[in-house]
């Protein structure tokens, strides 16, 4: 089946610093999105990004569609980033694939 | 603008016991709809997709079911529950062709 792999698992960083998430997966996306999920279980949609590049506020997306790869990142980090960034990706129905996620902490 | 409820917010229930989950999109006619599962610590599995009214598609069994009775509800339901069945479920919609999908708050259930 569908593979998609995200790194690192976990990543902590000071108030200020910068992130990059990775996604990997195993087909060609037709559909790539990122989201923030809170402690609480709940998804935001951060950036819908099939291929090139996107900004928004303080997160930018890269997708290479050819490499099968995208990457989120976060500028300036704040303590209120903290929690588990999921990519997602869609192969062009109705099946999307989600991976384990990144779970970020920022601390002061 | 489009609102999505799920309903409850969460339960506990007994093995055994049946279940009925609840998944309302609000200002948006014909999305298409969606039901996922997250175990504890687990990743989020698609279950369940549907185009249309009276449609729904199976990607994952879990000894689950799901109905779309009108075109903006989804339902998700076992008439037994497993400890298997615990964890997050949460409910999602998009517009037609590669829009991007819009998840509800999701139920979370226990079952002991």
């Known amino acids: 089946g569908q593979q998609v792999q995200q790194s690192p698992s976990s990543l902590v960083l000071q108030e200020g610093e910068n992130a990059e998430l990775q996604c990997n997966f195993s087909?060609?996306?037709?559909?790539l999105q990122w989201f923030y999920q809170s402690p609480g279980g709940s998804l935001v949609s951060l950036l819908s990004?099939?291929?090139g590049t996107k900004h928004t506020g303080r997160l930018t997306s890269t997708t290479v569609t050819k490499e099968r790869r995208s990457s989120l990142h976060i500028s300036s980090s704040q303590t209120t980033d903290s929690g588990t960034y999921l990519c997602?990706?869609?192969?062009?129905?109705?099946?999307?694939?989600f991976g384990k996620g990144t779970s970020l902490t920022v601390i002061p | 603008a489009q609102t999505i409820h799920q309903w409850p917010v969460a339960e506990i229930k007994a093995v055994g016991s049946p279940l009925s989950l609840g998944c309302t999109i609000k200002?948006?006619?014909?999305?298409?709809l969606y039901w996922y599962w997250q175990a504890t610590g687990g990743t989020l599995q698609q279950l369940f997709y549907?185009?249309?009214?009276?449609?729904v598609e199976s990607v994952v069994q879990l000894n689950l079911s799901a109905s779309r009775p009108k075109d903006d509800q989804f339902i998700l339901s076992t008439e037994k529950l497993l400890l298997s069945h615990s964890g997050f479920y949460l409910c999602?919609?998009?517009?037609?062709?590669?829009?991007?999908?819009?998840f509800g708050p999701g139920t979370r259930l226990t079952v002991l």
């Open positions: 999602a919609w998009r517009d037609w062709g590669y829009a991007e999908q819009f």
């Open positions: 087909s060609t996306a037709t559909q």
């Open positions: 549907s185009i249309t009214v009276g449609q």
């Open positions: 997602a990706m869609n192969t062009g129905y109705q099946n999307f694939y």
């Open positions: 200002g948006k006619s014909s999305p298409n």
């Open positions: 990004n099939p291929s």
